[in-house]
């Protein structure tokens, strides 16, 4: 392979704000695997945020690339699967399998896309040192004749326009829109863009807690809470909050161990074995996706309630760590369902991927 800008490149990220600033320029957020894709004639590189190369996890989308893109270009994106009318991260995860020939049936089964938003080179030119929005009209160009499984992200310069997006394509299983500078030059590592992500709350169930990884035997500090919501009076597992100082997160302990007795019946745990996650109770067992790390927990008598806020849903469960807001001892466990949570409007996904570039 040879090309002006060479594997591996860390991608250029974007910094969380709470309102969509007026740049000129903003896209939809994708839900999937960052990827900055190399084609060099028929050789063709898949490069993951943590500049790993996922070449082998998605041949289909090596072929359809041959197929729809510049002989030899560097084009930033993302690749998401794509079910029915919405974006599907855990068929997405399932794709990363160790087996080729898992790898193979999965790819016939769950086909994935990819979703290109910038352009880094092409042919013999390196385009990181120009505006972007001269490499988005470039990344125009290059993909005008594209299509399924391969797409050109949606833009609009009417901030009127981006706030209904934000709103709507949520529907689609999108987590948001990112606002780019016209002016940016490509910045790899770096935090130039600005995304905008849905933030809700939930108050939900305490039924348990995670080690730090620093934790030790004489200095014990807590790393995750597990939070729990009811749904038919069975309490399932819904996600972690995360975020404490390491002060707070020794004094959690100390105010949490008045809930540890007691738990012998506790809905996550087997019988007689206490802090054992079981496959049918308690997600979170080891995985291909857990990579050794050691999930055991201290069950907690699902007694506390506590109030965080998440972005939007992966299924049944938080698609991010939930963030701490405050306790609630005004609240009674067995409220906390399901319910409460916010359903996104409907929209289907063609709508998005077919949506006119505002020019």
């Not at 790898?103 to 972007?132: C, G, H, N, T, W």
């Not at 939900?204 to 990884?213: D, I, N, Q, S, T």
């Not at 597990?226 to 038919?232: E, I, K, P, R, V």
Request: a negative charge; aromatic letters at 8%.
């Amino acid at each position: 392979m040879d090309l002006p800008v060479m594997p591996p490149v860390a991608p250029m990220l974007a910094k969380a704000v709470s309102s969509i600033p007026d740049l000129g320029h903003v896209e939809p957020k994708w839900d999937g695997f960052r990827t900055i894709v190399f084609r060099d004639g028929d050789e063709i590189i898949l490069g993951s945020r943590n500049e790993k190369p996922m070449t082998r996890y998605f041949p289909e989308l090596v072929e359809a690339l041959k197929n729809t893109t510049p002989e030899r270009c560097v084009l930033d994106g993302e690749i998401v699967i794509i079910r029915g009318e919405r974006l599907d991260f855990d068929l997405l995860q399932q794709r990363i399998h160790p087996a080729a020939s898992r790898v193979k049936l999965l790819a016939a089964q769950s086909p994935a896309s990819f979703i290109a938003f910038d352009l880094l080179a092409e042919e013999d030119d390196d385009l990181m040192a120009l505006p972007f929005g001269e490499r988005r009209q470039r990344l125009e160009d290059a993909l005008v004749d594209a299509d399924a499984p391969i797409h050109l992200t949606p833009k609009t310069s009417e901030l009127s326009r981006a706030q209904d997006w934000f709103t709507r394509f949520e529907g689609a299983g999108l987590d948001g829109v990112v606002a780019k500078p016209l002016d940016a030059v490509y910045q790899p590592d770096k935090r130039v863009m600005f995304k905008v992500k849905h933030e809700r709350t939930a108050d939900c169930v305490v039924a348990g807690y995670r080690l730090h990884k620093s934790s030790t035997p004489s200095k014990p500090l807590l790393g995750s809470l597990l939070l729990g919501l009811y749904d038919g009076g069975r309490l399932q597992h819904v996600g972690v909050s995360a975020s404490f100082t390491t002060a707070r997160r020794a004094a959690l302990i100390e105010e949490l161990k008045h809930l540890e007795a007691g738990t012998d019946d506790h809905p996550w745990v087997q019988p007689g074995a206490a802090g054992t996650a079981t496959e049918d109770r308690m997600p979170g067992t080891q995985s291909r996706w857990s990579q050794g790390k050691d999930l055991s927990f201290v069950p907690l008598r699902p007694e506390l309630v506590v109030e965080v806020a998440y972005d939007h849903m992966q299924g049944d469960r938080f698609r991010h760590t939930a963030r701490f807001r405050r306790w609630r001892p005004d609240r009674d466990p067995t409220t906390c369902t399901y319910e409460q949570l916010e359903k996104p409007v409907d929209f289907r996904l063609t709508e998005v991927l077919n949506t006119t570039p505002n020019r």
